[in-house]
Every structure is written in structure tokens, then in C-alpha cells.
């Protein structure tokens, strides 16, 4: 039993039997505390009757006589009891014989109840004793009353069976509806794991089947897009390669041939090819290492009013060169955090260099501290070409690349917000961005207060 509408279907049967069986002895348990009280009350107003009627046939006859020997036999089957009527001699008058009580209470008619002892008056002379005896099943219980229990016991059991096939059909259908969904899902998954990163599911509820459905399309998404990164990885770590490696290349074969001096500009020209590919080294270890938890973090108290003053300050030349200004806002008081310096500094670096390379000539970069509440507060602004508002989600994952051929351009192999993403994680803290294509980009690092 392997399918999910099945073990629904056996756990809808069995609350079904359970409930059954429950309401079985539950009615059963109530008649037996209950139901005696009732039979009491009924065996006192039936003697009654029987000691009247008797009465009433010796006061008319004024004696004994046949017509108590026909009548008894009937009063018997009517109450439901075995009588016997005996005189002041002690001989009996008339009873009821076994074959009318077997007749009354079928072969397992048996004694009910104590035998009660009437006797009979005729206005102040006692004339006789009644024993009337309570007749019922082998348990002792009246035979109407054991009919009356037999039937809804009958009731209980058809309700139960009538519910277990209701149950049945229902989970069923209760079952089909919940797992085709799930099926659907499964089919999906078995097409992604095949290579099909595309296939996706349909979400037709809000409960939890349908959060399931959400949280299966977004997987879905996630590994279409990782796996869109994955494919390019190669063309663009080849491009990052080829391009410095041919252009040594040539210069050393032009210096080979003798076509070529190898003056200083030359030489400058290698070493700035050189210095890039070991740029992309650099960041794909710093990447792996960072992704497999093996950085060294050393956290201490250090203060991002410092931090940031250095790295605006060894930045600035490069700004200048390319005429773009730059500005740093401190707050007024120590901006405390426990942190790993140098990760710290490799953040603001590599955000403010972004923030170089893609604003142009007379442009304008700030660093800006804030304070606020328990956490501490980093922006870095520019006005440059800015992030089209589609790209903000993605900008953070590995060799994702804003503008391909742009960014090849500028020497960027999409690491660099990666890596600045996992070390603000790293350090509990939280980064965003902000941007307007053609307007500027803006990025916002908030992280907890040393206390």
C-alpha cells in the first residue's frame, strides 16, 4: 500500500470502525446504567396491573375460578413475566406454563429478576399470593428490552458500515483531489531532474498544497537561473582568460619577431593584463572560500567611520583621475561594530570601485554613515548608469553580469557583489540595492551595533 489516496482511504475506514465500535459501547454502557431505573419503574406499574386484574376477576366471582387460569397465561405474555397464583392453602390457582414463556422469550428465556411476592386482598381478607417473576434473555434482561437494544445495535452497525463506505468514497475523492497536485509536482520534478529546468506547476489553492505548488515553481526558478549561470561560467571565465592571454601573447610574439619593442608602455601593457587575470583568480578563491566556510573571519570592536575614511582615501586618486568626485558622511560619534576589519574594508573597496567603473566622467560617489537604533547604517551613492529594476534580485548571484559586453569592458568577471554579499552575511548583517537605470545606483549595508 504505497500510494497516499490508499493509506488515506484505510485511515478513513478505521475512524469509521473506531467511532462504530465507540458509540457501541458507549449506548450499551448508558442502557445498562440507565435502562434499569426505566425497567424498575415498568415492573412496578405491570405488578399493578397484574394484582388488579386479578383482584378485580376474584371479586367478581367471589372465588377462585377458570377464568383466572385462561386470563394468567396473557397477563404473562403482556408484562413479559412467569406467574403463579396460589391460594391461603398454599396450592396453585393458576400459572403461566414454560411452554408460554418459552413462547414469550424464546430458548434462552431466563429469570430477569428477583421474584416478587404480591399477596391478594378481597377488601380486608387477604385470598391468595401472586409470584411474579421477571423474564429475560441469558444476561437476564427483559425481552423487550433486549429487542430494543438488539435493534439499535442493528442501527449502530449499519450507521458504521454506511459510514466506512462513505468514508471510502470520500477519501477517495478527498485524496485524489490533495495528491494529483502532488502528482503533478512529482511528474515535474522527475522533468527537472532530467534537464528541464522550465517545467513548472500549476497553483490552484492558498493551503498548504498550494504554498507547496509556490515554493516548487520558485525552486524551479532558482535552478533554471542557476543552471543558466552554470552554462555560461565557461564562455565567460574563457572570455575573462582569453582576452589578457591573447594580448600577451601577441605582444610576446611581436617582441619575439622583432616587430615590437619592448618599451615601458609595452611591457605596462602586459603587466595591466596580467594584474587582471590575477584580479579573477583572486576573486574566484576568495569565492570558494567564502562558499565552503574556510575564510578566516577575526571579529574585534572596530569603528566604520575608520574604516571607510581609508578606504576613501586610498580610492581617491582613481576618482580623481577619472574626474569623478567623491565624498564621505560620518555621524558624529564612534560607529561601533564587532567585525572582521579587513572583510570590512573588502566591502566598502569593492562597492565604491563598482561605483567607479560605472559612473562616468563628472560624476559623484558618497559613502554615508548613518545610526539607527541598534543597528549601524552604510550607504554607497552614485549617479552613474544605475541597474535596471528587473536585475536588482539577481545582481548578487555568482558570474551574474549587468550588461555583458559593458561589464566585460570594465574587467569585471560578475564575482564581485557575490563576494560582498556572502561577507555581509558572514558578519549578520543585511545589503540592498536601489537603482534607476540612468539615474544612479545606490546600495544600503545595514549591521548590528557592538554593545
Same mark, same amino acid.
Do not use: C
Given at each position: 500500500?504505497?500510494?497516499?489516496?490508499?493509506?488515506?482511504?484505510?485511515?478513513?475506514?478505521?475512524?469509521?470502525?473506531?467511532?462504530?465500535?465507540?458509540?457501541?459501547?458507549?449506548?450499551?454502557?448508558?442502557?445498562?446504567?440507565?435502562?434499569?431505573?426505566?425497567?424498575?419503574?415498568?415492573? /412496578?406499574?405491570?405488578?399493578?396491573?397484574?394484582?388488579?386484574?386479578?383482584?378485580?376477576?376474584?371479586?367478581?366471582?367471589?372465588?377462585?375460578?377458570?377464568?383466572?387460569?385462561?386470563?394468567?397465561?396473557?397477563?404473562?405474555?403482556?408484562?413479559?413475566?412467569?406467574?403463579?397464583?396460589?391460594?391461603?392453602?398454599?396450592?396453585?390457582?393458576?400459572?403461566?406454563?414454560?411452554?408460554?414463556?418459552?413462547?414469550?422469550?424464546?430458548?434462552? /428465556?431466563?429469570?430477569?429478576?428477583?421474584?416478587?411476592?404480591?399477596?391478594?386482598?378481597?377488601?380486608?381478607?387477604?385470598?391468595?399470593?401472586?409470584? $411474579?417473576?421477571?423474564?429475560?434473555?441469558?444476561?437476564?434482561?427483559?425481552?423487550?428490552? $433486549? &429487542?430494543?437494544?438488539?435493534?439499535?445495535?442493528?442501527?449502530?452497525? +449499519?450507521?458504521?458500515?454506511?459510514?466506512?463506505?462513505?468514508?471510502?468514497?470520500?477519501?477517495?475523492?478527498?485524496?485524489?483531489?490533495?495528491?494529483?497536485?502532488?502528482?503533478?509536482?512529482?511528474?515535474?520534478?522527475?522533468?527537472?531532474?532530467?534537464?528541464?529546468?522550465?517545467?513548472?506547476?500549476?497553483?490552484?489553492?492558498?493551503?498548504?498544497?498550494?504554498?507547496?505548488?509556490?515554493?516548487?515553481?520558485?525552486?524551479?526558478?532558482?535552478?533554471?537561473?542557476?543552471?543558466?549561470?552554470? &552554462?555560461?561560467?565557461?564562455?565567460?571565465?574563457?572570455?575573462?582568460?582569453?582576452?589578457?592571454?591573447?594580448?600577451?601573447?601577441?605582444?610576446?610574439?611581436?617582441?619575439?619577431?622583432?616587430?615590437?619593442?619592448?618599451?615601458?608602455?609595452?611591457?605596462?601593457?602586459?603587466?595591466?593584463?596580467?594584474?587582471?587575470?590575477?584580479?579573477?583568480?583572486?576573486?574566484?578563491?576568495?569565492?570558494?572560500?567564502?562558499?565552503?566556510?574556510?575564510?578566516?573571519?577575526?571579529?574585534?570592536?572596530?569603528?566604520?567611520?575608520?574604516? /571607510?575614511?581609508?578606504?576613501?582615501?586610498?580610492?581617491?586618486?582613481?576618482?580623481?583621475?577619472?574626474?569623478?568626485?567623491?565624498?564621505?558622511?560620518?555621524?558624529?560619534?564612534?560607529?561601533?561594530?564587532?567585525?572582521?576589519?579587513?572583510?570590512?574594508?573588502?566591502?566598502?573597496?569593492?562597492?565604491?570601485?563598482?561605483?567607479?567603473?560605472?559612473?562616468?566622467?563628472?560624476?559623484?560617489?558618497?559613502?554615508?554613515?548613518?545610526?539607527?537604533?541598534?543597528?549601524?547604517?552604510?550607504?554607497?551613492?552614485?549617479?552613474? $548608469?544605475?541597474?535596471? +529594476?528587473?536585475?536588482?534580485?539577481?545582481?548578487?548571484?555568482?558570474?551574474?553580469?549587468?550588461?555583458?559586453?559593458?561589464?566585460?569592458?570594465?574587467?569585471?568577471?560578475? $564575482?564581485? +557583489?557575490?563576494?560582498?554579499?556572502?561577507?555581509?552575511?558572514?558578519?549578520?548583517?543585511?545589503?540592498?540595492?536601489?537603482?534607476?537605470?540612468?539615474?544612479?545606483?545606490?546600495?544600503?549595508?545595514?549591521?548590528?551595533?557592538?554593545?
Amino acid at each position: 500500500m504505497n500510494r497516499l489516496w490508499q493509506k488515506l482511504a484505510l485511515n478513513f475506514v478505521a475512524v469509521a470502525i473506531a467511532v462504530t465500535i465507540v458509540a457501541l459501547l458507549a449506548v450499551n454502557l448508558s442502557y445498562e446504567s440507565r435502562f434499569k431505573s426505566y425497567v424498575k419503574e415498568r415492573q /412496578a406499574i405491570n405488578n399493578h396491573r397484574i394484582i388488579q386484574t386479578i383482584t378485580n376477576i376474584y371479586e367478581v366471582h367471589g372465588s377462585w375460578s377458570e377464568e383466572l387460569t385462561d386470563l394468567l397465561p396473557q397477563l404473562g405474555v403482556m408484562s413479559g413475566v412467569s406467574l403463579k397464583v396460589l391460594d391461603l392453602d398454599r396450592n396453585i390457582v393458576a400459572e403461566t406454563s414454560s411452554e408460554i414463556e418459552s413462547m414469550m422469550m424464546g430458548e434462552n /428465556a431466563k429469570v430477569a429478576g428477583e421474584t416478587a411476592v404480591i399477596p391478594i386482598v378481597n377488601g380486608a381478607d387477604r385470598v391468595g399470593d401472586v409470584y $411474579i417473576t421477571p423474564l429475560g434473555d441469558i444476561y437476564g434482561v427483559p425481552g423487550e428490552d $433486549i &429487542r430494543f437494544r438488539e435493534s439499535i445495535n442493528r442501527l449502530l452497525l +449499519l450507521g458504521g458500515g454506511l459510514a466506512a463506505i462513505v468514508g471510502l468514497l470520500l477519501s477517495y475523492f478527498i485524496s485524489t483531489r490533495m495528491t494529483s497536485p502532488l502528482e503533478r509536482m512529482t511528474e515535474a520534478a522527475k522533468k527537472i531532474e532530467a534537464g528541464d529546468y522550465s517545467e513548472r506547476v500549476e497553483v490552484t489553492s492558498k493551503d498548504e498544497i498550494g504554498d507547496l505548488a509556490y515554493a516548487f515553481n520558485h525552486l524551479a526558478v532558482t535552478l533554471e537561473r542557476q543552471e543558466d549561470l552554470r &552554462r555560461n561560467l565557461t564562455a565567460d571565465i574563457s572570455h575573462e582568460l582569453r582576452t589578457p592571454l591573447a594580448s600577451i601573447r601577441s605582444h610576446v610574439e611581436a617582441y619575439i619577431d622583432g616587430v615590437m619593442e619592448p618599451t615601458t608602455e609595452n611591457i605596462r601593457s602586459i603587466h595591466e593584463e596580467t594584474m587582471r587575470l590575477s584580479r579573477l583568480v583572486e576573486d574566484l578563491g576568495e569565492l570558494a572560500r567564502l562558499e565552503s566556510d574556510k575564510v578566516n573571519i577575526v571579529k574585534t570592536k572596530i569603528d566604520l567611520n575608520e574604516v /571607510a575614511g581609508k578606504v576613501v582615501f586610498n580610492l581617491k586618486p582613481l576618482f580623481e583621475e577619472k574626474d569623478v568626485k567623491i565624498e564621505l558622511s560620518k555621524v558624529s560619534e564612534p560607529l561601533y561594530v564587532k567585525a572582521d576589519a579587513d572583510k570590512i574594508y573588502q566591502i566598502l573597496f569593492n562597492l565604491l570601485h563598482n561605483a567607479l567603473k560605472f559612473t562616468s566622467l563628472g560624476g559623484k560617489a558618497e559613502v554615508r554613515l548613518e545610526k539607527n537604533g541598534k543597528n549601524a547604517l552604510v550607504y554607497i551613492e552614485d549617479n552613474g $548608469i544605475g541597474i535596471d +529594476l528587473e536585475e536588482h534580485s539577481s545582481i548578487f548571484e555568482r558570474f551574474y553580469r549587468v550588461e555583458k559586453s559593458r561589464n566585460r569592458s570594465s574587467g569585471g568577471a560578475g $564575482i564581485g +557583489l557575490t563576494v560582498v554579499k556572502e561577507l555581509v552575511d558572514i558578519h549578520k548583517g543585511k545589503i540592498s540595492v536601489d537603482s534607476e537605470l540612468g539615474k544612479g545606483t545606490e546600495f544600503k549595508i545595514v549591521m548590528p551595533l557592538f554593545t
